[in-house]
């Protein structure tokens, strides 16, 4: 039998998600997430396995967590309070000064060369089933009469998310709430809803 663990996964794992939220998958080092962990890199691997798994637990924690807002919003009664939540709850997240700025599932694959490319398919193939839950709800949304008769679900999710991903472009770069926000209200203006 093995020693007990000397620290605490769960604050170990919110570490980590900073870790890669901050520089992305390959450019977070071992070391990095030794550091910010404050374990050896066998205690590291007994707990979370290599880097990929690691990667796949934060991403997890990441989606659970500061992303959940995207979850409650697609239960939103209309089309338009999805739509003001999800973009409003864009903003909070890329550019909370607890967090990192832009969004885990842009930056974790901005850059990914072969080491790093199941991550990246993997990170496409969640922001795919994001937009692709946008689509069902706004396919909803029309068949109850809440989105105009013309209005194509498929191109209305790849738009909004779209606008999403940039705003968290936009704050990685810098970009203030203030900013976002008029982005937000850009949005809103220019959609049928």
Known sequence: MGRPRSFDIDRALDRALQVFWRKGYEGTSLSDLTKAVGVN??????????????????????????????????????????????????????????NPGGCLMVQGALVCGEEGDSIRQELIACRAAGEAALRRRFQRAKSEGDLPAGTDPADLARYLATIIYG?????????????????????????PL
């Open 41 to 98: 890199r066998p205690s590291l691997y007994a707990a979370f396995g290599d880097k990929k798994a690691l990667f796949r637990k934060a991403l997890d924690r990441y989606l659970t967590g500061p992303a959940a807002y995207t979850q409650e919003a697609l239960k939103e009664p209309t089309a338009r309070a999805v739509v003001e939540r999800l973009l409003q709850g864009a903003a909070d997240l890329n550019t909370a000064p607890r």
């Open 167 to 191: 705003m968290a472009v936009q704050a990685a770069g810098g970009a203030s709430r203030d900013k976002l926000q008029y982005v937000v209200e850009m949005t809103l203006r220019t959609l």
